[in-house]
């Protein structure tokens, strides 16, 4: 594990925020009188940020407010979510201890998101899970964000990783495009928010949960090196 370099993406892959989430956007519609809408329906809208979101969620209630509304949606949403930001969001189970093994041996682990990067440090803190990652890197971190490769790069620089021996794992085909455009292999996780199946997105490997972990990234590590390259 030498030089290994972990980047996660954050929410649906080591955190599940959804319920966080999801109860954010509700308070953005019943700032403009619209009644709740149900978490499974806005859920797999979670991975592309707040202000989709709420235009899943405007379109549910079959309401089309103008875009002065929306922008004052969307600072409601934040504003109720960086005070309740860890309400009810959760580590995915087993993955604290992922974490804690893989900071132990050695390796160099950063966060990769496009939740902007106070509220993830924000998250990160309130979960007592800031202290595993060398790096967090969110969307406003850098001048570009994911799915750009130079989002990833850039995680795994400041986090002093391996460019050479580094892996994406993440829950989107957002996560899988921009481990792609960098040319690193990249491990799906199947319990995310993507209303396409990770499976169908052909990652490198694929994990039910973090009990898989070491297998599949072992799986990973030795189909690179039949190929003559790392990971």
Do not use: W
Request: proline content about 5%; hydrophobic content about 45%.
């Amino acid at each position: 594990m030498n030089n290994l370099t972990l980047i996660f993406d954050l929410d649906g892959t080591i955190v599940d925020t959804a319920p966080d989430l999801v109860a954010a956007t509700n308070h953005a519609l019943a700032t403009v009188d619209l009644k709740p809408v149900e978490g499974d329906l806005i859920r797999p809208y979670v991975s592309l940020g707040a202000a989709a979101m709420i235009d899943r969620a405007l379109e549910i209630s079959d309401a089309a407010p103008g875009d002065d509304i929306r922008v004052n949606m969307l600072k409601d949403f934040l504003n109720f979510y960086g005070d309740n930001i860890a309400q009810l969001s959760s580590p995915y189970e087993g993955v604290l201890e992922t974490l804690e093994k893989y900071k132990r041996i050695g390796a160099r682990l950063g966060v990769c998101t496009n939740k902007r990067e106070a509220l993830a440090r924000k998250l990160l803190k309130a979960l007592d899970m800031d202290q595993h990652f060398d790096a967090v890197a969110g969307s406003d971190t850098l001048p570009v964000r994911k799915p750009d490769p130079g989002h990833l790069i850039a995680t795994i620089i400041i986090a002093k990783g391996n460019l050479d021996r580094a892996i994406m794992i993440g829950d989107s085909k957002t996560d899988i495009d921009t481990a792609r455009a960098a040319g690193m292999p990249f491990m799906g996780v199947s319990f995310g928010y993507t209303d396409v199946p990770m499976a169908a997105l052909k990652p490198d490997g694929l994990i039910d949960s973090y009990g898989e972990f070491d297998a599949t990234l072992n799986a990973i590590g030795e189909a690179r090196k039949a190929t003559g390259a790392d990971y």
